[in-house]
């Protein structure tokens, strides 16, 4: 039995569950006029991003499956590829050659996070987006203590091009010549105009097969029934906890992989920011695209990263025509990022209140027709 | 925890071992080297080799590279094993052209081949004409000013 529901009802549930994608296209509509780019700058732009992101944020589909939400501590996997990408640019080693074996540099790095960072989840249950979002901020502690004390003085690196003038630590930022553009040259197709990263897309599309064979799997349907309810799942035989941190583990590995695919576009390492950045972005572009804390799908993946980039590329211009200063755009932007983040969790409590109430009505509608 | 040392055990064991290995090729596929091509009158054991007054040189299938007496060119490349085809026109006006395989040191970032060295004896073993180069000491030096480290992305707030 369903709730009889009238076509305004309908209308306004439709733009409630979509509130924020539906935002961003109206900021979207408002801001490319205003930024005077031709369709086929926006639409190059666009690919690109697609490219450069879109791995980062399939990441955050496993543990949003099991239940853990927004995964803010994919910033651990992040730090780990940027660690790969040091190690590779001191030994020299250059193109796909060099993004693999920083990919395997990152994967143990990656899992020993995972696991820390699962096992915490783990004590923390009910909240794990902030207790994530925490643990990034400790983990990045770690991080620069490793990466401005330790590397040079206690791990070697020998390249004067990285270590700072006094001898330890890295610099600001790592040039990432010898990887950059390795993937997205490997095959490149111009369509109007319009260059496509053939092989990049390749790599996001065996990602995105991955994850819905995963979701198959014996292993993916303990962690859908992880999500949905916990003691359920552990009455029918689940290991919760485990099954928990196997999610983050696997959200964290490919977390540090989309780093280093996102950071051979760009071609230059941001030693002490890049990781963090990259966590609020990805997640907040994944909100855009009309996921929530509970459900997320590979569509909600694209059309965040097209809808938020989009507003991304057009901001700092709509800003110079709008106001003279393409300042008031960057402010804008970062302002936006950390605001859609705000709304969807907002958003997402008052659906769950109203999904309750809905819930109670429908019963008290069977009860009444039962009598 | 105890240990089993079941079949899964031993199969994850392998795929670690794997992966190692395929890291270690990633490495050796992967390692950048630079060559310096000198056309340069060196002196080897006593004994002067003069600059060729006009040479190519091919590195793998790179472009080539036209040098003049006293010049210097250089080409990057990855893996180990490599080819040199070098042509140039002797005293008599015949073309000479010939190709020599040689191997970079693994761990060599750059290395230096005398061209005239080569040319005047290409059967010779190649520790004669490629050696490894460090860059003067004036080229690698820092900057003296010590650079400011940015660990706060909200640290640029502060000039605000």
Known sequence: MTLQRTK??????????????????????????????STNYLVSEVVVRIARNSFLIVSLLIPILAGMGLNFGMTLGAMAGQIGLIFISDWGIVGIPGMLLAMIISTPISIALGLWCGKILNMAKGREMVTSYIIGFFMNGIYQLVVLYGMGSIIPIRSSALVLPRGYGIRNTVNLIGIRKSLDNVLTIKLFGVPIPL?????IALLCIFVLWFKKTKLGQDMRSVGQDMEVARAAGIKVE???????VISTVFAGYGMILYLQNIGTLNTYNSHMQIGMFSVAALL??????SKANIRNVFLGVILFHLMFIVSPMAGKNLIGQAQLGEYFRVFVSYGVITISLVLYEVRKKRDRGDAGQLLAA?????E | MKMKFDRQFWVRCAAIVVVLLFGMLMFFIGKQHTILLDNKTITVNGQE???????????????????AARDRDKVDVTRQSHKITITYTDSNWNEISFTRKFKVPLMEEMVIISIPTLVSDPEADQSLWLEKYELP????????????????????????
């Not at chain 1, 092989?199 to 790599?203: G, M």
């Not at chain 1, 485990?242 to 999610?247: K, Q």
């Not at chain 1, 069977?366 to 039962?370: K, T, V």
């Not at chain 2, 190519?56 to 040098?67: I, T």
């Open chain 1, 8 to 37: 305004s009802q309908k209308v306004l549930r439709f733009l409630g569950n979509n509130t924020v994608p539906i935002l961003f296209l109206v900021i979207c509509a408002f801001g490319i006029p205003l930024s005077g780019y």
């Open chain 2, 49 to 67: 080799i003069r600059a060729l007054q006009l040479v190519e040189v091919q590195v793998n299938k790179l472009e080539s590279l036209e040098l």
């Open chain 1, 242 to 248: 485990h099954t928990r941190i196997v999610s983050i």
């Open chain 1, 199 to 203: 092989v990049t897309f390749a790599v």
């Open chain 1, 288 to 293: 855009v695209g009309g996921a929530t804390v």
């Open chain 1, 366 to 370: 069977e009860q009444g027709e039962a």
């Open chain 2, 137 to 160: 000491a004036y080229a690698i030096q820092a900057s003296p000013e010590e650079e400011v480290v940015i660990t706060d992305d909200l640290a640029g707030l502060i000039s605000l």
